[in-house]
């Protein structure tokens, strides 16, 4: 995809606001993003909460889509000065310059679990951070707070459940990179993944009630071929961490370089719940 394939709703996005019209990786980004919260359906004039808002591609998303009323508060615990080639300080304070900068606070550098909230939100975002997490009961503590924090809660993450065999190689590599997790201690944000049904079992755990679950298209993506490349760069530091797993490790490493395959990348699922 490049930008003259951009939709109708990102093009209004971009001519309305201004924001990334010379970036085309932001706005293939912004694309799915956008894609994301339209499955999201937040209410117009909302309050809404945003979990690891990052440089805030979702969080331009949503109050795009909330209006000039709503406003979202966006959290993320990395720093000002995390991130590349823009860091988080750099791409909020350029969104908050923007017309959309009115309806966005962001607080970074900031613990979830130090964050306290009066009166609960109408929504809380929580959009490709899962894998953050190192097990399921972390992840759970963590959904466990959350609802008491907003009335509903929209979720989003990479499928696992590819369905087409170009995704085969975003899955080997995501699924390399949380292995290497299990043995060399990083920062990645692949430290362990769930899948759509381990997700709605914790959400449920936590006290919510599933609304709906649908798929929303990432193929164009690019983060098949980033995710893939960095699994390559540890490879030699995966294997001497785990020697007893070279085999397997072998094995997966020529499924992902299979010249054959192209590169797609895993779509994402969308699960709401109140």
Not at 11 to 37: A, P
Not at 239 to 260: C, F, G, I, K, W
Request: a negative charge; one cysteine or more; hydrophobic letters at 40%.
């Amino acid at each position: 995809m490049t930008a003259t394939q951009l939709n109708e709703q990102t093009t209004d996005f971009f001519n309305e606001h201004k924001l990334y019209e010379n970036d085309e990786i932001q706005q293939i980004q912004l694309q799915h993003r956008l894609s994301l919260v339209e499955a999201f359906n937040l209410p117009s004039g909302g309050r809404i909460l945003e979990i690891g808002c990052g440089q805030g591609d979702t969080t331009m998303a949503i109050a795009h889509a909330i209006g000039e009323k709503g406003q979202v508060i966006g959290i993320d615990n990395a720093s000002r000065d995390y991130g590349a080639p823009f860091t988080l300080g750099e791409a909020t304070d350029y969104i908050l310059k923007s017309s959309l900068g009115d309806r966005i606070t962001f607080h970074l550098d900031t613990d979830f679990n130090d964050f306290e909230v009066t009166v609960p939100f109408d929504v809380a975002v929580f959009s490709h951070c899962s894998w953050y997490f190192k097990d399921p009961h972390e992840l759970l503590t963590f959904l466990k707070r959350l609802r008491g924090m907003a009335k509903r809660i929209c979720f989003a993450e990479w499928d696992i459940q590819f369905t087409e065999m170009p995704q085969r190689t975003h899955f080997i590599a995501v699924s390399i990179l949380s292995l290497y997790s299990q043995f060399v201690e990083n920062d990645s944000n692949v430290q362990n993944l769930f899948d759509t049904s381990q997700i709605r079992k914790l959400l449920e755990q936590a006290g919510f009630q599933i609304e709906k679950q649908m798929t929303v298209d990432a193929t164009f993506l690019p983060d098949a071929k980033w995710e893939k490349g960095y699994a390559n760069s540890i490879r030699t530091e995966f294997v001497q961490a785990a020697p007893r797993m070279e085999s397997l490790l072998t094995s997966y490493y020529e499924l992902m370089n299979d010249p054959q395959d192209e590169e797609l990348s895993l779509n994402s699922f969308v699960v709401t719940a109140i």
